[in-house]
C-alpha cells in the first residue's frame, strides 16, 4: 500500500499490526521467591485487596488484578499444585475494573490443591474481552508460573489468598504473571 502511494492505510494497518503483535507476545518468565511465595497470575494492575462476600473458605482476602489492553494477557498458575476444580460461568461483559465484575462477568473459577491448601482464582472477562482460554484438565499437575491461558482484550484476575498469607503488594503496584511474588503462605501452612 505504502508503494502505492497509500500512506494513510499503510500507517493505520502498520499500527494494528504492531498492537496486536505487542497484545499476544508471551514472554518467559521466573516465578520469584521460593515454593511458599504464590505468584500473579496475570501482568496488570492491582486494583484492590478486599474482604468479598463471594471468598471460599480459608481465604477470605480477594486481590484483584486489572489487565489493561497493554499488558501482556497470558496467565499463569500462581502455585503448584493439582487442577482439583474448574467452571465456567456465563456472564455480562461490564468493565473489568468494576467491582461487580467479580461475580457478574463472564469467568473461568480455578481451584488449585497445592502442598500447602488450596488456592482459587477467577479469570474474568472484561467490557472488550471477547474469548477467555483456559488450557489445563481436570487433575492436570500445574508448576508455579505455568502458563494456563489467556483472556484477550482487557480484563482482570481475581485471586483468593490464603487467610495465613503475608500479602507482598500493594494497592496499585505493577504486576507480571508468573514472576512477581505476590504473597507467602504462613509458617502454619
Request: glycine residues 8%; aromatic residues 10%.
Amino acid at each position: 500500500m505504502a508503494l502505492a502511494g497509500r500512506w494513510p492505510a499503510a500507517a493505520f494497518f502498520y499500527a494494528v499490526t504492531a498492537f496486536l503483535l505487542q497484545f499476544f507476545r508471551d514472554p518467559e518468565r521466573t516465578p520469584e521467591g521460593g515454593s511458599d511465595t504464590l505468584v500473579s497470575p496475570a501482568d496488570g494492575t492491582v486494583l484492590s485487596i478486599t474482604e468479598p462476600p463471594e471468598a471460599p473458605a480459608g481465604a477470605r482476602r480477594r486481590l484483584s488484578i486489572f489487565m489493561s489492553v497493554f499488558n501482556c494477557h497470558v496467565n499463569r498458575s500462581p502455585v503448584d499444585g493439582r487442577l482439583s476444580d474448574y467452571a465456567y460461568v456465563r456472564g455480562r461483559k461490564e468493565a473489568a475494573f468494576a467491582d461487580k465484575a467479580s461475580i457478574e462477568n463472564e469467568q473461568n473459577r480455578i481451584t488449585l490443591a497445592s502442598p500447602k491448601g488450596q488456592v482459587t482464582f477467577k479469570q474474568i472477562a472484561g467490557a472488550l474481552a471477547r474469548r477467555i482460554v483456559f488450557y489445563p484438565r481436570m487433575g492436570d499437575e500445574l508448576r508455579r508460573g505455568q502458563r494456563i491461558g489467556l483472556i484477550k482484550f482487557g480484563s482482570r484476575v481475581d485471586l483468593f489468598l490464603p487467610d495465613d498469607a503475608e500479602v507482598l503488594v500493594a494497592r496499585g503496584d505493577k504486576l507480571k504473571a508468573g514472576q512477581s511474588a505476590i504473597a507467602r503462605w504462613g509458617p502454619a501452612s
